[in-house]
């Protein structure tokens, strides 16, 4: 079946402009997480969500940064006035949620350069 | 918070050979530990996972050992061939997120 989509695959963008990520998860999965990867860098959580649950934000390292799911399904991750080191590979993962639900899903990633 | 560690950052090995990636882990109460493989521009890829009540586990050429008590796992890969060149990352899940270590670019050289 499909797996996790993400879009743009890439964006450029001025510093000081926003930019809103998209991601859609696998059908049936309930559980979404966000994660940075900067260059040669391993991933850092951003966000995750589980169905209607409030969303463990502990990861975002601004306020600048949030992010929503809506009607469970796709999420969309905004970053408001980009800065430099912004530049990164977004990913996007999914899993079936909850605690017996392990195994997470990882959609091709969105690369944003910050000029 | 978890904290994976991961060695070594490179590794290089001649096709035919075993590569072997280590990573540790802090919080004793990670129940789960799945590595992925990243090749260049894609998302990682879930190669393998292993649960706490296992000790080890193997898929064809890959396997994962977990030595709970000393708090760290392995993977394994045998015959290696080119198409096994990315870079592999593990990674522990003490509750419902996962901490992932900084990786290991794996080169297999002919």
């Known amino acids: 079946g499909a797996g996790v989509s993400q879009s743009p695959s890439n964006k450029v963008t001025e510093k000081g402009k926003d930019v809103e990520l998209r991601c859609d998860p696998i059908s049936g999965h309930t559980a979404l997480y966000w994660y940075r990867q900067s260059l040669g860098q391993g991933l850092e959580f951003l966000i995750y969500f589980q169905g209607n649950s409030a969303p463990d934000k502990s990861g975002l390292p601004s306020d600048r940064f949030s992010a929503e799911r809506t009607g469970g399904s796709v999420s969309t991750l905004t970053i408001q006035r980009t800065q430099q080191e912004d530049s990164a590979v977004y990913l996007c993962?999914?899993?079936?949620?909850?605690?017996?639900?392990?195994?997470?899903?990882f959609g091709p990633g969105t690369r944003l350069t910050v000029t | 918070g978890e904290n994976v560690e991961q060695h070594p950052s490179t590794l290089s090995v001649q096709e035919g050979d075993s590569a072997v990636i280590k990573c540790t882990y802090s919080?004793?109460?990670?129940?789960?530990f799945p590595w992925y493989k990243q090749e260049l521009g894609k998302g990682p890829q879930l190669i393998i996972d292993?649960?706490?009540?296992?000790g080890e586990k193997k898929d064809q050429r890959i396997a994962v050992t977990l030595n709970k008590t000393a708090k760290h796992f392995s993977l394994h890969i045998t015959e290696t061939q080119p198409e096994d060149s990315a870079v592999y990352f593990c990674?522990?899940?003490?509750?419902?997120?996962?901490?992932f270590g900084t990786g290991t670019q794996l080169k297999v050289e002919l």
């Open positions: 919080d004793s109460a990670s129940n789960y």
């Open positions: 993962a999914s899993s079936l949620g909850g605690q017996s639900s392990y195994e997470q899903y």
């Open positions: 990674a522990a899940r003490p509750l419902l997120k996962l901490t």
């Open positions: 292993i649960r706490s009540n296992v």
